[in-house]
């Protein structure tokens, strides 16, 4: 008897041990790839869940006997949680439906809640019966084999009837007999809140001043770091500290300046990122540049507790759908969208209008508030006026894109068409993931299908794949993921660098 | 109790609380290491199995042994263990729904019922 205890003991330490060494092992992930699974009617410890649940619909069968979830509104989203530290992250989602556009998205930054999307299916650019040429990563679609190849279109860009898809030109851009301006504009549209701008530059040195308010309605620091970039290189940053009341009292800081300039002068199309928090108001803009938009979303500021006139605005568009949200009943209001009428008078819910005709007639479309206090969404761009207005893309392909009506003749993209089986395909992006907000060891997915509510169509989701991967480990760099490993169980290492900055 | 039946309950009072301890330190060391960080243990290991596969081996153990003292002490490190790792575990078994709560409460409640019970003896 006292054999088989001495014998009991040593099999269950070496039960406890081998457990804990698994377990090791299962987060070091030795061969450098690890792959996670989630199925409709199986649920992951590692991806998902798929949420919000209201966007998706109870799980179906399909004919072919393939569970679905079915998605109704759009974006959804779903974490990806990491055993380990690891480079990229290949996401790839299996779909079957309508709708004309699907995208997948990381998402980059948890303050701003921006994502990085990538092309996922897109059936308007599937169903072109056009040449194509492929180079780095590039196809161009024609209507007419005008292009022998994508650098001969890239080098003789032309002025008219171009669309992109999830491809930048920007650097391309030239706009005919523009010349600096000598003296400063200062504009008074109000706005706030993280905000991403593209200026033109010819010959000329970048400055802007941002007058700036921190209107503390929200808990919180809301410092932020601008920065602007070239091609996507930084060519200049600024930092705007906290006015030191991190409460959310709606006392009102004073105005304080953020300058973002160079010194020396730049040609091309520079792109400003404002990171800001919503409390962040950016009252004026003086600079000399004379073209500059807004991209994709502009949050109109409102005038409460700093002046006694409504923050009346009035913005130009080249978006061919305009979404338009408050949050406040003071907002309550009728946006003038071209020759229409918007009634804005729910709370959080996006009223929309479509700008197509107006965009068709005349490539811009003006819009005007009576009181501000409204976020504005648009597959496009914003500018203050038409004269500050330049497009550094041209047409974008939206899901309401006609190639016939919009005269499109030539389609550039990063798009690749999705593998196909039956009626379901197999849509892959892959991102790094030092670039994307990690935290608590899960990164954020988004799968968005723009106009999906206003299509009434649905998006059948099947299988979410996930690889995760880095180069394998070796006996000389076992260790060190060991130690690496233990020092972020003990929480003295972050995990990804982003984390910090998320 | 006939002799077979006596010999065979004192083999398994031999071998299973080893394993009933065993099987409660890696509940705590999992419960530490998931409360460092999280996702450690719950991405590969289902704590429920783990707290269930412990309450049996005591259960057993507690079942099979005969001195009235070892029994006590049988009780004493697992009601401890568990009472330890219980915001853990609660923390755990909140995703999987009140049934994987359920399941946990109703073992440890199983447990200190009989603690308590020996401790009367």
Known sequence: ?502 | MTEPANKIKNIVGTIVPPFATAATVLLIILSLLEYFRRGFVSLFLDFRIVAAVALVLWLVAVATEAPPRRRRLALVLPTLALAAALPIIYKLAMPYGRLGLATLVAGIAAIVVIFLSMIKE
Not at chain 1, 255 to 278: F, K, M, W
Not at chain 1, 326 to 350: C, R, S, W, Y
Not at chain 1, 433 to 438: N, T, W
């Open chain 1, 1 to 502: 008897m006292r054999y088989l205890r001495i014998i009991s003991i040593f099999l269950a330490a070496a039960s406890t041990i081998a457990v804990l060494v698994w377990i090791v092992a299962q987060n070091l992930v030795p061969s450098g790839i690890f792959e996670a699974h989630w199925r409709p009617d199986a649920s992951s410890a590692l991806i998902g869940p798929v949420v919000p649940e209201a966007r998706l619909l109870p799980l179906g069968i399909s004919d072919d006997g393939m569970p679905y979830r079915s998605l109704v509104e759009e974006p959804v989203n779903f974490d990806v949680r990491l055993p380990s530290t690891f480079d990229t992250a290949t996401v790839s989602v299996t779909v079957a439906g309508e709708p004309k556009i699907v995208e997948l998205g990381g998402l980059a930054s948890r303050a701003t809640w921006t994502n990085d999307l990538r092309p996922g299916s897109n059936a308007i650019i599937d169903g072109l019966n056009w040449t194509a040429v492929r180079a780095n990563g590039l196809t161009l679609y024609e209507r007419r084999p005008d292009f022998k190849t994508v650098d001969d279109f890239l080098s003789n860009l032309p002025t008219a009837g171009v669309a992109v898809y999830r491809a930048d030109v920007s650097s391309l851009v030239k706009i005919p007999g523009y010349a600096p301006a000598k003296t400063a504009q200062t504009y008074k549209t109000a706005f706030r809140g993280a905000a991403s701008l593209k200026v033109y530059l010819n010959n000329e040195p970048l400055d802007f001043t941002f007058r700036t308010q921190d209107v503390n309605r929200h808990a919180g620091a809301d410092g932020f770091t601008a920065t602007a970039t070239l091609n996507g290189s930084r060519i200049a940053r600024a930092q705007l500290s906290d006015d030191g009341n991190d409460g959310a009292d709606g006392k009102l800081s004073g105005l304080r300046d953020l300058r973002l300039y160079t010194d020396q002068p730049i040609s091309g199309v520079v792109r400003i990122d404002l990171p800001a928090p919503d409390d962040i108001v950016f009252r004026e803009t003086a600079t000399k540049q004379r073209k500059f938009v807004f991209s994709s979303r502009f949050y109109a500021a409102d005038n409460v507790g700093y002046l006694k006139d409504p923050a009346a605005f009035s913005l130009v568009s080249n978006g061919r759908r305009l979404y338009a949200t408050t949050t406040h009943p003071e907002a309550f209001q009728t946006l003038a969208v071209g020759g229409q009428k918007l009634a804005i008078d729910d709370l959080n819910k996006p009223f929309t209008v479509s700008t197509n005709d107006d965009i068709r007639a005349g490539g811009l479309v003006a819009i005007s508030s009576p009181y501000g206090d409204l976020r504005l969404e648009t597959a496009g761009l914003f500018a203050f006026a038409k004269d500050n207005f330049f497009n550094p893309d041209p047409a974008p392909v939206t899901w309401e894109t006609d190639v016939d009506k919009d005269g499109i003749d030539y389609i550039l993209t990063s798009y690749v068409p999705p593998s196909r089986r039956g009626d379901w395909r197999t849509m892959s992006a892959t991102f790094d993931l030092a670039k994307l907000s990690v935290v608590s060891r899960a990164a954020n997915f988004t799968i968005s299908v723009p106009g999906i509510g206003l299509q009434q169509k649905e998006l059948r989701i099947s299988a979410i794949d996930v690889t995760l991967k880095r180069a394998p480990l070796t006996k000389d760099g076992l260790w060190p993921a060991i130690v690496k490993m233990w020092r972020s169980v003990t929480g003295q290492q972050k995990e990804f660098v982003n984390s910090l900055t998320n």
